[in-house]
């Protein structure tokens, strides 16, 4: 299976929503952990980068893309 590519500042699905009923996130910062931030109630949350890694379903909205279009 291929890994996903993500990047700080894409807006991932996940596979479950969060409580706020969207499960959209942006990845706000990365490293051994990664933190994402709710684009619905903007609740943060610090997720081991493995586990993070299986709960991820896609990718929406890669930042690469935007910043291409705007240079």
């Given at each position: 299976?291929?890994?996903?590519?993500?990047?700080?500042?894409?807006?991932?699905?996940m596979?479950?929503?969060?409580?706020?009923?969207?499960?959209?996130?942006?990845?706000?910062?990365?490293?051994?952990?990664i933190?994402?931030?709710?684009?619905?109630?903007?609740?943060?949350?610090?997720?081991?980068?493995?586990?993070?890694?299986?709960?991820?379903?896609?990718?929406?909205?890669?930042?690469?893309?935007?910043?291409?279009?705007?240079?």
């Amino acid at each position: 299976m291929e890994k996903k590519q993500y990047q700080l500042g894409d807006i991932v699905q996940m596979k479950k929503p969060h409580p706020c009923g969207t499960n959209e996130m942006e990845i706000i910062r990365m490293g051994m952990d990664i933190r994402i931030k709710c684009v619905g109630c903007k609740h943060s949350v610090l997720v081991p980068r493995t586990k993070f890694e299986s709960k991820l379903k896609k990718v929406l909205r890669s930042n690469a893309n935007q910043e291409e279009e705007t240079t």
